[in-house]
């Protein structure tokens, strides 16, 4: 049972352009959204999240959506640079006793010069 | 941001030995390490989760015997893979939740192991 999913898996975007990476989740209990990055060979990077009460959140070249009632969010990098080809991971949150994080599986996206 | 070290980056075990992975968060306390697994072109998969002082809390399918995690300070928890088997080779990555920042998690480099 995939809770989190990123059903993309892989995405190339012109340099300069948006990029839109899509993630969907199931647990309405989810309430605390995160996205990585993740270079081959490498943990992933913390680089953005975005708390339920919230429906986006901006950080430099970086905003996160997320849209409750759909169960989905999504994150937006402008201009993208060749240096954000990656594998972006999803996260989603909850607490029950402890807090846990599940994973989606990863778009990998190729920025191209 | 938060720092969180992973060490050894590699390592190369023979089958039959154990091997322990230590996970360090450098500039900030964990109370929760977590420790995934990932395999090629797949997701990260949650092994367990580590609070400072407790035992560990395995997820489902992961044998605490032979994954065994001790999370005895604030900043450091160790992963050690006993009794090692080809089918161990992996990666493995380690997590850290900051007590300030409770619903963000920072990762470590990783650790690729392989058991020949």
């Known amino acids: 049972d995939q809770q989190v999913k990123q059903n993309s898996p892989s995405l190339s975007v012109q340099e300069g352009r948006i990029s839109i990476l899509n993630c969907d989740y199931t647990n309405s209990m989810f309430d605390y959204f995160l996205w990585y990055k993740k270079y081959p060979a490498e943990g992933p990077t913390f680089l953005i999240s975005?708390?339920?009460?919230?429906d986006k959140n901006e950080d430099g070249r970086f905003t996160v959506f997320l849209n409750k009632s759909a169960k989905h969010l999504s994150l937006h990098i402008v201009p993208s640079q060749p240096g954000d080809s990656a594998v972006y991971f999803c996260?989603?949150?909850?607490?029950?006793?402890?807090?846990?994080?599940?994973f989606g599986t990863g778009t990998r996206l190729k920025v191209l010069a | 941001g938060a720092v969180v070290s992973q060490h050894p980056s590699w390592v190369i075990c023979k089958s039959g030995t154990s091997v322990k992975i230590e996970c360090r968060s450098l500039?900030?306390?964990?109370?929760?390490m977590f420790w995934y697994r990932q395999f090629p072109k797949q997701s990260l998969m949650l092994m367990a989760t580590?609070?400072?002082?407790?035992?560990?809390?395995?997820e489902q399918g992961v044998e605490k015997d032979k994954f065994l995690i001790n999370h005895a300070s604030l900043t450091l928890s160790t992963l050690t893979v006993t009794s090692a088997h080809p089918e161990d080779s992996s990666f493995y990555i380690c997590?850290?939740?900051?007590?300030?920042?409770?619903?963000?998690?920072?990762f470590g480099e990783g650790s690729w192991l392989t058991v020949v």
């Open positions: 500039d900030f306390q964990a109370t929760t």
């Open positions: 997590s850290a939740r900051d007590r300030t920042r409770i619903r963000t998690i920072y």
């Open positions: 996260a989603a949150s909850l607490y029950s006793g402890t807090y846990k994080y599940i």
């Open positions: 580590s609070n400072e002082g407790s035992k560990a809390t395995y």
């Open positions: 975005i708390s339920s009460i919230k």
